[in-house]
């Protein structure tokens, strides 16, 4: 009994492994994020406000659901969200596209806004500066005081609990090794450009 809402078509493991619902669901809110913005009675919970709210239950809820888990998504000892719903691998959980995280997080934001929602406003802001912070860090290494001298890349495409890596889930090259970290570009994308001198080097 996992308490997850399944999309289907099913991709990415997001059914069997519970793989990727911030990922997936944050591109539907986004969505309904900007309709709500033009059309707020749209989004109320009688409408299809309701069946958004739950999409975010679903990977972002708060701690007194009494369906789904608090947050299933993020990892807030950590400090950033993991992917794989399931973490059965020998070097623990894994998250690959910390930008799709960020696009996560800021689309609760524009959706708490367009639905005044202050509870999930603030719950969203937490989400997105932490996880931005986790970023700058781990996959970035934005002041170079993390990533040992042996690993030579200037980012790491899948951080995992145990390790960190430059590869990617399927064979790819280097522009793509970058844009898993990077895209899609949006106005919470603004982070990646907090810090010149890392831009620079990468």
Same mark, same amino acid.
């Given at each position: 009994?996992?308490?997850?809402?399944?999309?289907?078509?099913?991709?990415?493991?997001?059914?069997?492994?519970?793989? !990727?619902?911030?990922?997936?669901?944050?591109?539907?809110?986004?969505?309904?994020?900007?309709?709500?913005?033009?059309?707020?009675?749209?989004?109320? !919970?009688?409408?299809?406000?309701?069946?958004?709210?739950?999409?975010?239950?679903?990977?972002?809820?708060?701690?007194?659901?009494?369906?789904?888990?608090?947050?299933?998504?993020?990892?807030?000892?950590?400090?950033?969200?993991?992917?794989?719903?399931?973490?059965?691998?020998?070097?623990?959980?894994?998250?690959?596209?910390?930008?799709?995280?960020?696009?996560?997080?800021?689309?609760?934001?524009?959706?708490?806004?367009?639905?005044? !929602?202050?509870?999930?406003?603030?719950?969203?802001?937490?989400?997105?500066?932490?996880?931005?912070?986790?970023?700058?860090?781990?996959?970035?290494?934005?002041?170079?005081?993390?990533?040992?001298?042996?690993?030579?890349?200037?980012?790491?495409?899948?951080?995992?609990?145990?390790?960190? !890596?430059?590869?990617?889930?399927?064979?790819?090259?280097?522009?793509?090794?970058?844009?898993?970290?990077?895209?899609?570009?949006?106005?919470?994308?603004?982070?990646?450009?907090?810090?010149?001198?890392?831009?620079?080097?990468?």
């Amino acid at each position: 009994n996992w308490g997850t809402l399944l999309g289907y078509h099913a991709a990415h493991g997001s059914a069997v492994r519970i793989n !990727d619902h911030h990922f997936h669901y944050g591109y539907f809110v986004k969505a309904a994020a900007e309709v709500a913005r033009a059309n707020p009675d749209w989004a109320h !919970d009688d409408e299809w406000g309701g069946m958004v709210n739950e999409l975010i239950r679903d990977f972002a809820a708060d701690r007194e659901d009494p369906m789904y888990p608090y947050l299933r998504m993020c990892d807030s000892y950590s400090g950033h969200s993991w992917a794989d719903g399931l973490a059965t691998f020998a070097s623990g959980n894994n998250q690959e596209s910390s930008s799709e995280a960020m696009h996560a997080w800021t689309n609760l934001i524009l959706w708490a806004e367009a639905t005044n !929602d202050q509870e999930l406003l603030d719950r969203a802001i937490y989400l997105y500066t932490t996880e931005m912070s986790a970023i700058n860090e781990y996959f970035f290494d934005v002041y170079d005081e993390i990533h040992p001298p042996e690993y030579g890349p200037e980012i790491v495409t899948i951080n995992w609990g145990g390790k960190m !890596d430059h590869a990617t889930w399927w064979n790819s090259g280097a522009v793509e090794k970058y844009a898993i970290n990077w895209l899609p570009i949006h106005g919470g994308a603004l982070y990646l450009g907090h810090h010149p001198e890392y831009v620079e080097r990468a």
